[in-house]
C-alpha cells in the first residue's frame, strides 16, 4: 500500500504543478523556456502602446495567444470594427465599415519588451469575417522582459502601422505607466493613428 501511495504521489506533483503554471499568464515550459499565453483583446483608439498606435477606430475579437521563446501562435475570430462606437476623433463609427474588416486582408503580429528592441512576424491572412490563425518561429532576444504583444497591419518597411488586437499587458504588469515612454501613453509616436 506505502509503494503504491509513493508511486502515484510521484505522479501528482507535476500534474498539480503544471495545472497551478497554466493559470498564471507566464511560466516557464519544460525546457525553461519563458511562455506566456491568454486572451486577445481589442483596441482603444488613441491609446498608444511602446511607440505603436492604436488603430483610428475601435476593434473587437474573440482570440487567444502563446508566446514562447521560440514561437508565437495566435488565433482569433471576428476581429472587426464594431457596428457602435466611436473613432479616435469621436466621431462615430460610419456605416460603411461597422462590423467588417475595413478591407484590411494582413496581419503582423508585433512582440514589444521593456527592454529589447521588438520582434515583427511574417505577414497572416485576415479573412472577411474577421478570422486569422498564425504559428511563427520567432527568436526571442537575450534578457528581454515584458513582453505586450500587438496585432495590427504591416507598415510595409518590417514594422506594424497600427494595432488592432493586443494581449493584456495590464493585468500581466499590474498597471499602465502614463507619460513619455511609457508602456502607455498618449503621445504622438510618429506612425499615423488614423489608420482603421
Known sequence: MASMISRT??????VTAGVLLMGTAAFADMQGQMMMG??????IPNVTVRG?????APWIVDGSYKLTST???????????????YLANGKPIPKAVAGTTAGVTQLVAEITFANAAP?????????????????????????AADPVVLIGPSDGKGGEK??????NF???????MM??????????????????
Open 71 to 85: 514561437d508565437i501562435s495566435a488565433s482569433g475570430q471576428w476581429l472587426i470594427i464594431p457596428k457602435t462606437g
Open 170 to 176: 495590464l493585468m500581466d504588469y499590474g498597471q499602465a
Open 119 to 143: 520582434i515583427v512576424t511574417k505577414p497572416f491572412a485576415l479573412n472577411a469575417k474577421g478570422d486569422f490563425k498564425m504559428d511563427q518561429m520567432i527568436m526571442m532576444p537575450k534578457g
Open 162 to 167: 497600427v494595432w488592432f488586437a493586443s494581449s
Open 38 to 43: 491568454g486572451k486577445l483583446f481589442g483596441n
Open 179 to 196: 507619460g513619455k515612454g511609457s508602456m502607455m501613453n498618449g503621445s504622438s509616436s510618429g506612425k499615423s493613428g488614423s489608420n482603421w
Open 9 to 14: 504521489a510521484k505522479w501528482l506533483v507535476p
Open 52 to 56: 505603436v498606435a492604436a488603430g483610428g
